[in-house]
């Protein structure tokens, strides 16, 4: 089947730093989410991306449709310690308006 | 307040003894999933349901069942339960409108089947 590749796995990084992440896959996508995890909760919507080129912000977060529709990427400015969990790229294929495919997911962790 | 409620959130069971987890949304959502998470694997699609009575398979159906007899209610049955089903669950939602893609999460169900 469809799979995403979400990298990195994971990031340590300092309060205050930008992060970067990404999703690829070799099959084309209508639709490109981000959602994010807290620990002990479900996911959380962040941004929906819904056409190719598209770039679009939430805050401190901006995601972008990449225009081949294979790819998103999601960057998080200035992080704070709230912005800790695991972030995960979805994508919709062509074929369905029901079924989502999903990324293995970034751990964001904050060092002390 | 708008939500999905899922129940129970934790559970420790042994193999073969049949189980339900339960789902409920009080947005008025047509769409309603199941999905499990492990690690390194993100979530899987089990089943969802496009409206009452209309169920399909996801991409690890086997082992169970769902039905949909109201809008509000979702819920996941397991008739046999055996250790590769231990696990975290989440119902999710969608009002449909722009498909299924915009989704509302329950807080999860942990299972552990022994």
């Known amino acids: 089947g469809q799979q995403l590749n979400q990298s990195p796995q994971s990031m340590f990084i300092q309060e205050g730093e930008d992060v970067s992440m990404n999703c690829t896959s070799s099959?084309?996508?209508?639709?490109w989410l981000w959602y994010k995890q807290d620990p002990g909760e479900g996911p959380v919507l962040l941004i929906a991306?819904?056409?190719a080129g598209e770039l679009t912000s939430n805050g401190r977060l901006t995601a972008q449709f990449g225009i081949t529709r294979k790819d998103s990427f999601l960057n998080i400015s200035a992080s704070i310690p709230s912005d800790v969990g695991i972030y995960f790229c979805?994508?919709?294929?062509?074929?369905?308006?029901?079924?989502?495919?999903w990324g293995a997911g970034t751990k964001l962790i904050i060092k002390p | 307040e708008a939500q999905v409620t899922q129940n129970p959130r934790y559970l420790i069971t042994v193999t073969g003894k049949k189980l339900t987890v339960t789902c409920s949304q009080n947005?008025?959502?047509?769409?309603m999933s199941w999905y499990r998470q492990d690690p390194g694997l993100g979530l899987r699609q089990i089943y969802y349901?496009?409206?009452?009575?209309?169920?399909d398979k996801g991409d690890v159906p086997e082992g169970y069942k769902v039905s949909r007899k109201e809008k509000r209610n979702f819920p996941l049955i397991l008739e046999s339960p055996s250790p590769n089903q231990t696990s975290l669950y989440f119902c999710?939602?969608?009002?449909?409108?722009?498909?299924?893609?915009?989704?509302?999460f329950g807080p999860g169900t942990r299972l552990t089947v022994t």
């Open positions: 349901s496009m409206n009452v009575e209309v169920t």
């Open positions: 947005m008025n959502h047509e769409y």
């Open positions: 999710a939602s969608s009002s449909g409108l722009a498909g299924a893609h915009e989704q509302y």
């Open positions: 099959s084309i996508f209508n639709t």
């Open positions: 979805a994508g919709g294929p062509p074929d369905s308006n029901y079924q989502l495919i």
């Open positions: 991306l819904y056409k």
